[in-house]
């Protein structure tokens, strides 16, 4: 069974074929599935698939390309969802310093929020970490998020940053960019991650793996950054799908 850890299937890119996306990841051997809700618009319509689809759970929280336009009255909405059994995590949140979107000092500010608000409720996190890398692990130490862990999605640092995160107790995600053939630090670090703490995703519709790359990703797709990964550790498919699965339900509290 693979665990696609990231996905975003409620995306508007789904829209004529959802249910055909599904059934596909399913007949590839997807037995569970975290979908994101990151705002106001993908909070919903992913909370929606989980009553849809026993094999999908999800994560809400804000992003921080949104965060600007996040109120008090939000963060609340969010403590009010995590009481429901579907919602395993607060996310995907961090800081994302390549879209002009959000001002830095704003971005901080609703980041901190939410650890907080995750370590009032026994959260895991996700975290999204474009270009921030330094900011990120700054802001993880000083926020106490060891308390409650996580994950850090679709990992591209470097392996300085990755055993930082580490040493905070999270898991480190990687997705597509494994497969591409000129990603050589991604593959360095998953190399190096202890098996214990290694998760696959796919974040589609985006970040798509070889050889689909340039279309639009699907959670099926997730059997191809678990091949990736099997070869990168000298693993078989099945182990890394046993450990990766193994490593989700537990981060996430799925039994």
């Not at 308390?147 to 392996?159: A, N, R, T």
């Not at 990736?228 to 450990?243: F, K, P, Q, S, Y």
Request: charged residues 30%; negative net charge; glycine residues 6%.
């Amino acid at each position: 069974m693979l665990f696609d850890t990231h996905a975003h299937v409620n995306a508007a890119a789904f829209d004529p074929d959802r249910d055909e996306v599904l059934w596909r990841a399913r007949e590839a051997g997807v037995g569970l599935m975290v979908n994101i809700g990151f705002n106001r618009e993908t909070i919903p319509t992913s909370l929606e698939l989980t009553e849809r689809y026993d094999f999908i759970y999800t994560a809400v929280g804000w992003h921080p390309t949104d965060a600007v336009n996040m109120t008090a009255d939000d963060l609340d909405w969010i403590e009010s969802l995590c009481a429901r059994e579907k919602v395993v995590a607060i996310g995907e949140i961090g800081l994302d310093y390549y879209w002009d979107t959000s001002p830095k000092d704003v971005q901080h500010r609703v980041f901190r929020e939410q650890i907080r608000l995750a370590r009032k409720l026994g959260k895991p996190i996700v975290i999204h970490n474009r270009d921030a890398h330094q900011d990120v692990v700054r802001i993880l130490r000083e926020e106490r998020a060891d308390e409650v862990g996580g994950v850090m999605h679709c990992f591209s640092g470097s392996w300085e940053t990755a055993r930082a995160c580490l040493d905070l107790g999270f898991y480190i995600s990687f997705g597509g960019p494994v497969t591409f053939k000129n990603a050589k630090q991604p593959k360095e670090v998953l190399a190096r991650v202890p098996l214990d703490r290694l998760l696959i995703e796919t974040d589609c519709p985006y970040l798509t793996p070889h050889p689909h790359r340039g279309k639009r990703n699907e959670p099926s797709y997730v059997r191809l950054v678990a091949e990736a990964a099997a070869e990168i550790r000298g693993l078989t498919l099945e182990e890394i799908a046993e450990v990766t699965t193994s490593n989700g339900k537990r981060l996430f509290g799925i039994r």
